[in-house]
């Protein structure tokens, strides 16, 4: 297929997105920064490893039925056929609700090209949400939520995506939940929600890297936008690699009046773990903080595409 045409058949697909349609929200998670394979599948085009990537989040502290996520990731990649493919597993507990979420990405990378790359994803996959009515503790036995019979929902799931890089910047964009487009507001549906972020990066010091990102996503009517900064600091080893990456902190405030703390620590070259808290600012909103812990994990391959890929600088990518 013509790259041009792919590029106006995305571009399509986020423009008749913003069909008006309400239902439940995406995941909130604070270190997507880190990953963005949740929400836009053309970023697990990574050329130089197999990445495995996890984040478990719990949210508002101390509240019963508290919003609790769990998102496990993995992916690698095909040179001969310039793609890439990985599996993402998302569950999310809300009081008596429970989403379940599995989805199978892919995504082409179109260049292999060591100063820019551009890439597009798809995901597939479910979205199963049940409800514990047996949990349910009603004012009265005649609550007539316990004459219910509500089953378990299963409803087909897709996402796709676009991703451009080049050595100090990553744009990218993209739409979820495809199939509740157009779709009446009910308890099963989530709705589809549309990115777009771009991110300046500086990897050049031997010492420490500089990120700084912009993300608008859009649902419905409501637009929520997200800064981000994030300083990576590290141990210059004098090697042909390059320094090893050591720690690092960030920032990040949200429109809605969320301010997040970031920390990640390299216990390995390729191992590195963070945690994030997140505390809102609203009046009138739960003042509990929320934390959220996160794990990444690459199998580096023997061979990566490019000189470039090869770089410890970019696991940022």
């Known amino acids: 297929m013509n790259k041009r045409v792919v590029i106006w058949i995305l571009l399509t697909c986020w423009i008749i997105s913003g069909i008006r349609a309400y239902s439940q929200t995406d995941i909130s998670m604070a270190t997507h920064w880190y990953n963005r394979g949740n929400y836009n599948p053309a ?4 050329t130089s490893y197999i990445y495995l990537f996890s984040n478990i989040r719990n949210q508002w502290t101390g509240v019963t039925g508290a919003p609790k996520v769990a998102n496990v990731q993995v992916s690698g990649y095909l040179n001969s056929i310039n793609s890439a493919f990985g599996l993402s597993v998302v569950n999310d507990n809300i009081g008596l609700t429970n989403a379940f979420n599995p989805m199978i990405n892919y995504a082409y990378r179109v260049s292999d090209n060591q100063t820019w790359s551009l890439s597009f994803g798809v995901s597939v996959g479910a979205y199963i949400r049940t409800i514990d009515i047996a949990s349910y503790a009603p004012v009265t036995d005649l609550d007539p939520a316990l004459l219910r019979d509500i089953e378990p929902q299963t409803k087909p799931d897709a996402n796709i995506g676009v991703e451009f890089q080049n050595d100090n910047f990553i744009f990218g964009m993209s739409s979820t939940h495809l199939f509740s487009i157009g779709k009446n507001s009910n308890l099963f549906l989530n709705d589809n929600h549309r990115y777009g972020y771009a991110i300046y990066k500086n990897t050049r010091s031997e010492i420490m890297n500089y990120y700084l990102g912009l993300q608008v996503v859009n649902r419905s009517n409501i637009f929520v936008l997200e800064g981000n900064g994030i300083v990576r600091f590290k ?4 090697l ?7 720690f690092d902190v960030g920032l990040t405030y949200r429109s809605s009046r969320q301010v997040t703390a970031l920390l990640g620590v390299n216990l390995t070259e390729n191992f590195r773990i963070g945690y994030a808290y997140d505390q809102s600012f609203i009046t009138g909103y739960n003042q509990n903080g929320s934390h959220e812990i996160m794990l990444e994990y690459r199998i580096p391959y023997e061979n990566a595409v490019c000189k470039t890929c090869r770089d410890q600088q970019l696991w940022y990518r």
Do not use: Y
């Open 43 to 46: 970023s697990i085009a990574r």
């Open 235 to 238: 141990h210059p080893t004098g």
């Open 240 to 246: 042909s690699t390059g320094s090893r990456e050591i």
